[in-house]
Each structure stands twice: as structure tokens, then as C-alpha cells.
């Protein structure tokens, strides 16, 4: 099945006021995307990611290789020891549904330039399997933007929580348009902002669910970013 794929979809609203500094961003995509039949047929990393830089880290270095991601609101981790995909990765890629954001974090083994020691180096990276019709809010942009200001930011403003930590939530709208499983990928570290956040995305009105190329109704992941701006 061929699957057509659609820019980066960014809502972004900011607030006057205290919260001049705050907003929130809801995306429908990853900054890159990726074919279903490619992902389900990639032997290595750089299958997926044509600019991983393979070449200069040598398989000693590896500390690990971890890709994650959420399939049916069940979060999988699975790790690998070198760019070279396991068997448990493979299986884990080919079994990602249609609108799902899948993170690699591989850990290496660099010298420090400075102190000359070994330290361990991060990279990161991200990618979504998009559907052909994204999903959309179904009341449309300004309805978006009055019900997250209403349930979320004016809270948290009201509450004085203003600014605080960015928080970055997932969560899946699913085939009947419903948004499920949302989970925290980065605490504002506010107990009670992340709650509220989690719950402001639990009781969001339906939405108009993603479709593949057949018009099937497809599930499709987002991410939820709000707190201060400054510098986004």
C-alpha cells in the first residue's frame, strides 16, 4: 500500500496577559516521516535515518540503542546494542500503527575534548508513520484554541503556575475520533499541572479521525506542548 504524506500540521497559540509568555503547540507529524514498507523492511538504522552517522561510531562504542514508541495506549521499549537492529526492534517496528511517533536514543561511548575521558554521547531523533488524511479537531481551529485556554492555560495561570517548566504529553486519537492513552513525555514538574494537562486532553471534544489512502478511519498520534515560549 502506498502511503502519501503530508507537511508538518502545527497549531500554536500564545496568550496576553501573565501568560504572555506561555502557549501551547499541538503536532500532528515528527519533523520527518517515514514510509510504512521502509520502516517494516530496515536491517540498521540508517535504513530509517538516511543521515546516521554510521561511518564514525564504531561498534565498541555503542553503550545502547533504544527506540520506543506506543501501540494500541501500550507503551514498548525495546533496546539494541549497536546500530544493527535486533530481532526484538524489528519485529517492534513492523507492528507500528499508522500516526505513531517512534524515539531512538542511541548512547556512545566519545572522549571529551577537554578533559580527554570517556564520556557517554546521546543522540536523538524522531519519526512518525503519517496517515494520508490527517486527524483534525472537529470543531476547527478557534474552538481548539477556547477549550485549551479555558481548561488548561487559564488555570494554570489563575493558579499562579505562571511560567513553569515546558510539558510535552502524547496522546492518540483513535479511529472514532477520541483522544486516548495520553501520557507524560516530559513533566512541567507541577503535580498538579500535569494532571490537569492529562485531563484536559482526556475529556477533549471528538475529533475528525485520520484516514489511510482506502479512507479506512486510522488512529493517529500527537504530542501536546505547553508552558513558556521563550526561546521556541
Not at 44 to 60: C, F, G, Q, R, V
Not at 137 to 151: L, Q, T, V
Not at 222 to 231: A, D, H, N, P, R
Request: net charge negative; proline share 2%; charged share 30%.
Amino acid at each position: 500500500m502506498k502511503y502519501v504524506f503530508t507537511g508538518l500540521v502545527v497549531m500554536l497559540f500564545l496568550f496576553s496577559g501573565r501568560a504572555q509568555d506561555m502557549g501551547f503547540d499541538i503536532r500532528g507529524v515528527a519533523n520527518k516521516t517515514i514510509a510504512k514498507a521502509q520502516l517494516e523492511s530496515a536491517e540498521e538504522l540508517s535504513d530509517i535515518n538516511s543521515d546516521y552517522p554510521s561511518s564514525w561510531i564504531a561498534k565498541e562504542d555503542y553503550v545502547s540503542t533504544e527506540i520506543r514508541m506506543t501501540n494500541d495506549e501500550e507503551q514498548i521499549t525495546v533496546v539494541g546494542d549497536s546500530d544493527q537492529l535486533n530481532n526484538a526492534q524489528k519485529e517492534a517496528l513492523k507492528k507500528a500503527d499508522l500516526g505513531t511517533f517512534i524515539d531512538f536514543e542511541i548512547k556512545y561511548k566519545k572522549e571529551n575534548s577537554i578533559t580527554k575521558k570517556e564520556d557517554v554521547a546521546i543522540m536523538r531523533f524522531t519519526y512518525s508513520i503519517v496517515p494520508t488524511k490527517e486527524a483534525e479537531f472537529h470543531s476547527g481551529y478557534d474552538k481548539m484554541k477556547a477549550y485549551i485556554k479555558k481548561h488548561a492555560i487559564d488555570k494554570i495561570v489563575n493558579a499562579g503556575y505562571d511560567p513553569f517548566e515546558m510539558a510535552r504529553i502524547r496522546f492518540v486519537v483513535n479511529e472514532e475520533g477520541k483522544a486516548k492513552g495520553a501520557y507524560l513525555l516530559e513533566s512541567s514538574n507541577v503535580e498538579k499541572i500535569d494532571e490537569l494537562l492529562l485531563e484536559t486532553i482526556a475529556r477533549m471534544p471528538r475529533w475528525i479521525p485520520a484516514e489511510d489512502t482506502d479512507k479506512n478511519k486510522v488512529k493517529q498520534e500527537f504530542e501536546f506542548v505547553v508552558g513558556s515560549m521563550i526561546g521556541c
